[in-house]
């Protein structure tokens, strides 16, 4: 399963890449999802979001409003990191299946301005730490 080193990971399946500052869901979590048929992101648009917060394995933040359903089930999204959504995904309302097919490229959901990156960085996994984090899921 492809896991790029580059970007930075949640337990809640999303990575974020500070270079392109994009956020997606991992392609373990579109895997689990099965093929996505539908995306809404709109409502996110120059929306302030707040970083997912973890107790233990489970959120205790609430999910963005964005919208991913799939056959098997509806995935809940929530933010890698805490700021103002500068761009949305829009291709997405209409080829929903690029997040299975290329989930860490044309698959992206939004753009995020950080708001406090140097904190939050520290809360996120590695590349090397997603993976053995998947690992122990199975």
């Known amino acids: 399963m492809?896991?790029?080193d580059n970007l930075y990971y949640t337990k809640t399946h999303q990575w974020f890449d500070p270079s392109t500052k994009r956020v997606g869901i991992t392609a373990y979590a579109?895997?689990?999802?099965?093929?996505?048929?539908?995306?809404?992101?709109?409502?996110?648009?120059?929306v302030e979001l707040t970083q997912v917060q973890m107790s233990g394995d489970e959120?205790?933040?609430?999910?963005?409003?964005?919208?991913?359903e799939s056959s098997k089930a509806?995935?809940?999204?929530?933010?890698?990191?805490?700021?103002?959504?500068?761009?949305?995904?829009?291709?997405?309302?209409d080829e929903p299946e690029k997040i299975n097919?290329?989930?860490?490229?044309?698959?992206?959901?939004?753009?995020?301005e950080p708001s406090n990156w140097d904190a939050e960085k520290g809360n996120l996994l590695s590349g090397a730490?997603?993976?053995?984090?998947?690992?122990?899921?199975?």
């Open 2 to 4: 492809s896991v790029p």
């Open 30 to 46: 579109a895997e689990q999802l099965g093929e996505i048929s539908f995306v809404d992101v709109e409502g996110i648009d120059g």
């Open 59 to 68: 959120p205790t933040s609430d999910p963005i409003d964005a919208t991913v």
């Open 74 to 93: 509806v995935g809940d999204i929530y933010s890698p990191v805490s700021g103002k959504v500068i761009e949305i995904n829009g291709s997405l309302m």
């Open 101 to 112: 097919e290329d989930p860490y490229g044309e698959g992206w959901l939004f753009a995020i």
């Open 129 to 138: 730490d997603y993976k053995a984090f998947i690992e122990s899921l199975k």
